[in-house]
């Protein structure tokens, strides 16, 4: 991941002010950071549990931008994560060898737009800022000592 950030940057310095580039790896980086908390849960209950880690990782960013934060987050994300994984994006790469299946694609990209216009009618956008520095300064360092010291389950020998 470190060359990839690495190669970004190189390619084109100004990346680095890009909300995109640093949400996202700001994001995976956590997600490697706490990976290991995933192993023995559910599949639904890991989708769960890295929408939350997502959320609260980038709420610094997301509030500096938006000053607030939609309450269905949640599920949401959990129906356009499955929804893409497992509908949109293999219809996508199904269509570009089949062009004959064009009107269901249509279909499929309506439902998408449904979802979105849907969502976005029952959200309320819950107002939070940090008023200083010293809030953002004291969440980060909340996180990061969450992320440190995450219990580790006990390995069998």
């Known amino acids: 991941m470190s060359f990839i950030f690495i190669g970004f940057l190189i390619y084109n310095p100004y990346l680095l002010y890009s909300l995109g580039f640093q949400l996202s790896f700001l994001i995976a980086f956590s997600l490697i950071l706490i990976g290991s908390i995933y192993r023995n849960h559910h599949p639904l209950n890991k989708l769960v549990l890295t929408t939350l880690l ?15 934060i939609g309450l269905v987050f949640l599920y949401a994300n959990l129906f356009f994560i499955l929804y893409i994984s497992y509908v949109f994006l293999p219809a996508s ?65």
């Open 93 to 157: 790469f199904i269509l570009g060898f089949i062009p004959v299946f064009e009107p269901i694609y249509g279909f499929i990209a309506k439902v998408f737009e449904t979802a979105l216009v849907f969502f976005d009618k029952i959200n309320y956008l819950l107002v939070l800022d940090f008023p200083t520095a010293l809030h953002k300064a004291i969440f980060w360092g909340l996180i990061i000592l969450i992320l440190i010291n995450r219990k580790q389950p006990k390995k069998m020998a």
């Open 54 to 68: 997502a959320t609260i990782v980038s709420l610094p960013l997301t509030l500096r931008i938006n000053h607030s």
